[in-house]
């Protein structure tokens, strides 16, 4: 962007919000350049992994009304084809289901199957997460070994309060018989 931009901008605006609205007008402009940016950042788009699916499709959003800001349309397919082009490897599976369908959905709802799925791997992963404490507590409890080890403590507790503390009075050993 020339400073003849800025120039005409800082003429035309009186205050910030003025002058904010025409650095839109000249950034939305329809001139090739932008376009051509937008087509560049529609059709290399990629998913980042930091941020989120919700985060992503925003991004990819925005991008689409861009296009329409500028008088451009994207049709359903290109969108649809960007979006599952962009989906990170784990998601192939997805990207694959939503390609072989019979007819084009509406990127609204790939986008909402999307955005359901990635839920749904964030639940199994949570399960996932759990199980492993919830087998190892139930294994621990149904143990043989420490099932002995709670009767034998319970038993030195036991031994303790009936024979003055002492666990070899409460087995006998120890017992002096008169």
Same mark, same amino acid.
């Given at each position: 962007?020339?400073?003849?931009?800025?120039?005409?901008?800082?003429?035309c605006g009186d205050?910030a919000?003025?002058?904010?609205?025409?650095?839109q007008?000249?950034?939305?402009?329809?001139? %090739?350049?932008?376009?051509?940016?937008? %087509?560049?950042?529609?059709?290399?788009?990629?998913?980042?992994?930091?941020?989120?699916?919700?985060?992503?499709v925003?991004?990819?959003?925005? %991008?689409?009304m861009?296009?329409?800001?500028?008088?451009?349309?994207?049709?359903?397919?290109?969108?649809?084809?960007?979006?599952?082009k962009?989906?990170?490897?784990?998601?192939?599976?997805?990207?694959e289901?939503?390609r072989s369908?019979?007819?084009?959905p509406?990127?609204a709802e790939?986008?909402?199957?999307?955005?359901?799925e990635?839920?749904g791997?964030?639940?199994?992963?949570?399960?996932?997460?759990?199980?492993?404490?919830?087998?190892?507590?139930a294994?621990?409890?149904?143990?043989?070994?420490?099932?002995?080890?709670a009767?034998?403590?319970?038993?030195?507790? %036991?031994?303790?309060?009936n024979?003055?503390?002492?666990?070899?009075?409460?087995?006998?050993?120890?017992?002096?018989?008169?």
């Open positions: 962007m020339g400073t003849e931009y800025i120039d005409y901008a800082m003429r205050h919000g003025k002058l904010w609205t025409e650095l007008k000249v950034f939305r402009s329809a001139r %090739i350049e932008n376009k051509f940016r937008l %087509i560049d950042s529609f059709h290399s788009f990629e998913m980042d992994s930091e941020i989120g699916m919700r985060e992503n925003k991004k990819f959003n925005c %991008i689409r861009e296009f329409e800001l500028l008088g451009e349309d994207v049709n359903n397919t290109q969108a649809i084809f960007c979006l599952l962009s989906l990170p490897r784990d998601y192939e599976t997805f990207a289901i939503q369908q019979r007819d084009v509406m990127v790939v986008t909402e199957k999307l955005l359901a990635e839920q791997r964030a639940h199994r992963n949570r399960e996932v997460d759990r199980r492993p404490e919830a087998t190892a507590m294994a621990q409890k149904r143990s043989p070994r420490n099932s002995a080890n009767i034998t403590a319970e038993m030195h507790d %036991i031994g303790r309060k024979a003055g503390g002492d666990y070899q009075t409460m087995r006998g050993e120890g017992v002096k018989e008169k």
